[in-house]
């Protein structure tokens, strides 16, 4: 599979150097979450989606956590 270089991925890295979270938004289907997964991987990160119940329900019980 073969991705497009994205210009944004470098200013979401740089970014999270001073800031847990960085709000990646745009359009459905756009390639916001492989954007996510791409740039976690690359800053050796771990990537977590709130669409898992057991992480929503981690969250919500432990939001420090």
Known sequence: MTFYP????SHVAESLTDTPVVL?????????????????????????T???EVVLLAAKEDPVG
């Open 6 to 9: 994205r210009m944004i991925e």
């Open 24 to 48: 990646i938004a745009g359009p459905r289907q756009a390639g916001k979450t492989t954007l996510a997964r791409q740039v976690a991987n690359n800053q050796g990160m771990h990537y977590l």
């Open 50 to 52: 709130l669409d898992d």
